[in-house]
């Protein structure tokens, strides 16, 4: 088996498929403003995971959204093969570093805002 499709909350779909696509530079899947619809995949796996970009306008997506942003705790992970390259690009676009990259015991970490209501792990293992 393999992950076909998975989601993250956003507080605005439409918004979050400008940043997904226009600042991190991931291509549309599928997407549907009228239907409050965007789904987005990486440039590097055109045929792999697709990330639904999710309203998170029911009451317990907002709670859950809002708890894991207060708490500092990431939304989803993307991986580079060159974190310090992804930092400089992202950092050029405006991009808002909670945490900047960081050697760990396994590889290298940053942290950033995704502009709609997350945190995003970047990780370089």
């Not at 992950?3 to 918004?15: G, M």
């Not at 009228?34 to 789904?39: D, E, M, S, T, Y």
């Not at 859950?64 to 580079?80: E, F, N, Q, R, W």
Request: with cysteine; hydrophobic share 40%; charged share 25%.
């Amino acid at each position: 088996m393999k992950i076909q499709l998975t989601s993250i909350y956003v507080n605005d779909p439409i918004e979050a498929f400008k940043f997904y696509t226009e600042t991190i530079g991931f291509k549309e899947q599928m997407y549907m403003p009228k239907a409050n619809l965007a789904i987005v995949v990486s440039p590097e796996e055109e045929n792999g995971t697709t990330l639904l970009l999710e309203p998170s306008d029911n009451p317990i997506a907002k709670e859950y959204m809002t708890k894991l942003y207060d708490a500092g705790l990431p939304a989803i992970v993307l991986s580079a093969d060159d974190l310090q390259k992804e930092h400089k690009r992202l950092k050029q676009s405006a991009v808002v570093f909670r945490k900047e990259p960081t050697k760990t015991e396994w590889g290298y970490e940053a942290i950033f805002d995704d502009s709609c209501g997350n945190w995003i792990q970047l990780v370089q293992q």
